[in-house]
């Protein structure tokens, strides 16, 4: 009786490792499906539009979880912007999976595609060409799921 019961145990405890593995399979493919969402809405617009609007940016800064994030940048570019979502720093959706997520992004000037760190603007057209952004799909408690960069180059659009 008591291997019997050993063995019951284990096998409970595998369909329960399981069934937490597949749900967290699930979050983590529905948060990769939002980032890919978000980044395109960026490919979609001209250049100078990718930018976060001014006004969100200074209430998101204020939310530590936005601004404690290892992709938010001392500067960020803003601007007024009448595009949503594409300008909101920070919002909360619902996934295919009907869980509620947190899309937060981050966008500066970037030096080159391969180098992960953000710069101030210079000024110059020249130099001032390349925008990096990144989107931090969460759950609203705060764990991240997904995180997807991409780098924009005013040259080729």
Request: with cysteine.
């Given at each position: 009786?008591?291997?019997?019961?050993?063995?019951?145990?284990?096998?409970?405890?595998?369909?329960?490792?399981?069934?937490?593995?597949?749900?967290?399979?699930?979050?983590?493919?529905?948060?990769?499906?939002?980032?890919?969402?978000?980044?395109?809405?960026?490919?979609?617009v001209?250049?100078?539009?990718?930018?976060?609007?001014?006004?969100?940016v200074?209430?998101?800064?204020?939310?530590?979880?936005?601004?404690?994030?290892?992709?938010?940048?001392?500067?960020?570019?803003?601007?007024?912007?009448?595009?949503?979502?594409?300008?909101?720093?920070?919002?909360?959706?619902?996934?295919?999976?009907?869980?509620?997520?947190?899309?937060?992004?981050?966008?500066?000037?970037?030096?080159?595609?391969?180098?992960?760190?953000?710069?101030?603007?210079?000024?110059?057209?020249a130099?001032?060409?390349?925008?990096?952004?990144?989107?931090?799909?969460?759950?609203?408690?705060?764990?991240?799921?997904?995180?997807?960069?991409?780098?924009?180059?005013?040259?080729?659009?």
């Amino acid at each position: 009786m008591t291997v019997l019961n050993i063995g019951i145990l284990a096998l409970v405890a595998a369909f329960s490792s399981g069934v937490f593995a597949l749900n967290r399979a699930s979050q983590t493919s529905t948060a990769s499906t939002l980032a890919s969402s978000q980044i395109e809405l960026y490919r979609a617009v001209r250049h100078i539009d990718i930018r976060l609007d001014t006004g969100l940016v200074a209430d998101a800064n204020t939310d530590t979880l936005y601004a404690s994030d290892s992709a938010h940048p001392s500067t960020q570019i803003t601007a007024v912007c009448p595009l949503a979502p594409e300008c909101n720093p920070s919002r909360s959706t619902t996934g295919a999976d009907g869980r509620a997520y947190r899309i937060d992004t981050y966008i500066c000037w970037a030096t080159s595609a391969a180098d992960p760190t953000c710069r101030a603007p210079t000024g110059d057209p020249a130099q001032d060409r390349l925008k990096r952004v990144t989107v931090v799909v969460r759950s609203n408690a705060g764990t991240a799921f997904a995180r997807q960069v991409s780098t924009f180059d005013r040259s080729t659009g």
